[in-house]
């Protein structure tokens, strides 16, 4: 007897979110979103236009007024309550983010975690938004700095971290009394679309945060508003470059974290085991999509040998499957697919770069096939060894799981390579000697450094950020010195004459 075949999933239509309201936006069109594992489409999400991204610009400007008049410790309470919510449907938002994004369930747990210890920094804004006063600044005379919210901001979010990164922005403007539209990634608009759920829950007055899908067309209009105080973006360097021209010309805050091509130093008093563990974690989590992700690494002097040695062994012990299989789910360390078939076909051409510029591939993760998922977008572990500065694998960020190692006689060669390069995001060093660990950390010209750790990525209660063409801003993400960004510092300087 046949078996009954399943009936088609629906395939959900997803909506704007502007003025509290969900909304079929003017668009474009609509754009198919993929399961990069299986192909299967999981979703359309709409191509908003210019007039509807200035309807939500609208809508956070009309609800400007009262929100920023509203006091803090009531703004924050919204917060709570949403915390709350996401903490308690924790697996269903981690399992839409694995499904259109591709990374473990263990890496998106992880994501959350983020979430939520970003929202509780947030909470403490009757603290963080405090000004300064000074009694006495000349005769009879005082003085005082106020922190003022200043409008509407937006931020255009990537693809890699759905969850994630809108929370290093999102929840610190809302708090410090902005109102706010998040522009989601095309490629991975569901995970949002979900959080703003619960967000229309937990019942914020309407406009005080909005969300547009869409393309470029919507991070354009963003620019173009001067209604738009200040923009927030992670993504590549050549688009954080555009951003930042743009916003200059109009007098527009901007924060726009770029590329990223992050080291990892072993040195030959460094604890293998560890090292080999981190490392593996850190090139191989989110196949390597992430921005703090460690593509290369620098063995110092004889180590350089037994580093490829390990490492190349271990890869291989790196399970690539779809990370939604359940008999793999719950896997510390499971790779998935890249984001689509543009990321991975750039990813095989980078390959091939490696290998005419003379690197030898040591592992090649190009065949690599998922039973059930050919039609998935993988890619295994991948290793070059005898990689040299300046061959193009090592310039460029890959976003993948493709790992440089490279060998330096000394410590200074290293930091020499590191400093060399363009991007400045993220550096570690494995080493138990304080003296180089403490050499490392102040010439490295890095953003986050990490000592004895494979992903520096610092908690919420620091700022995230990077150097030189990683970052094109003043103000890092996240932590107490967001609030600078989201806000205006008015200074009052004030005398009082008695009554006569």
């Known amino acids: 007897m046949a078996t009954a075949k399943k009936p088609p999933q629906e395939v959900k239509v997803l909506k704007n979110y502007v003025g509290g309201k969900w ?66 449907n924790e697996e269903k938002i981690s399992r839409t983010l694995v499904a ?58 990537p693809f890699n ?10 929840p610190y403007a809302l708090a410090t009394g902005n109102t706010f539209v998040l522009k989601t990634s095309k490629q991975v608009p569901m995970t949002m679309q979900l959080i703003t ?6 019942g914020l007055p309407p406009g005080v945060f909005n969300l547009v ?11 173009d508003s001067p209604k738009v105080k200040g923009i927030s973006l992670v993504g590549s360097t050549p688009t954080c470059k555009l951003v930042a021209e743009r916003c200059a010309k109009t007098n527009k805050r901007f924060q726009a974290m770029g590329s990223a091509k992050n080291h990892l130093v072993v040195m030959p008093d460094a604890k293998l085991d560890q090292v080999i563990r981190n490392a593996t974690t850190s090139c191989y989590g989110c196949a390597g999509q992430r921005c703090m992700a460690s593509s290369v690494i620098i063995g110092v002097g004889e180590i350089y040998e037994t580093v490829c040695e390990r490492f190349i062994a271990d890869s291989k012990n790196v399970i690539v499957a779809n990370p939604l299989d359940p008999a793999f789910i719950d896997e510390p360390m499971v790779m998935g697919p890249v984001i689509s078939k543009k990321a991975k076909d750039f990813i095989l051409a980078m390959i091939e770069e490696g290998i005419k510029e003379g690197a030898t591939l040591a592992l090649d993760g190009r065949d690599i096939v998922v039973p059930g998922c050919e039609k ?15 061959m193009k694998i090592h310039d460029t960020e890959i976003f993948g799981p493709v790992v440089s190692l490279m060998k330096a006689d000394t410590l200074d060669e290293a930091i020499q390579i590191i400093n060399d390069h363009k991007y400045g995001n993220g550096a570690s060093i494995y080493t138990q000697n304080g003296y180089y660990a403490r050499q490392f950390k102040l010439e490295v010209e890095a953003g986050m450094i990490g000592i004895n750790i ?38 009052i300087t004030e005398r009082y004459f008695r009554e006569e």
Request: proline share 7%.
């Open 23 to 88: 909304i079929d936006p003017e668009n474009n069109g609509y754009l198919e979103v993929e399961n990069p594992a299986t192909g299967e489409i999981l979703a359309k999400v709409p191509l908003s236009t210019t007039e509807a991204t200035n309807q939500a610009i609208e809508a956070a400007f009309a609800a400007y007024p009262g929100w920023s008049a509203t006091p803090v410790a009531r703004r924050v309470r919204y917060l709570f309550e949403l915390n709350e919510l996401l903490r308690a």
């Open 100 to 157: 259109e994004m591709g990374k473990s369930m263990t890496d998106a747990i992880a994501e959350m975690k983020r979430v939520y210890e970003n929202i509780e920094v947030a909470a403490g804004m009757p603290v963080l938004q405090q000004g300064d006063k000074i009694i006495g600044s000349s005769f009879d005379i005082d003085g005082e700095v106020l922190r003022l919210p200043l409008g509407v901001f937006a931020m255009i979010a």
């Open 161 to 170: 971290f759905p969850a994630m990164v809108p929370f290093w922005f999102l």
């Open 197 to 202: 759920e619960y967000l229309d829950q937990v």
């Open 213 to 223: 899908n869409g393309d470029k067309t919507v991070s354009e209009a963003f620019m």
């Open 376 to 390: 998935g977008y993988f890619i295994g572990p991948t290793v070059f060894t005898g990689v040299r500065p300046h």
């Open 454 to 491: 494979g992903i520096p990525a610092p908690v919420a209660y620091l700022p995230f950020g990077g150097m030189k063409e990683s970052q094109f801003a003043d103000i890092k993400a996240q932590g107490k010195a967001i609030v600078n960004f989201f806000t205006e510092d008015k200074v």
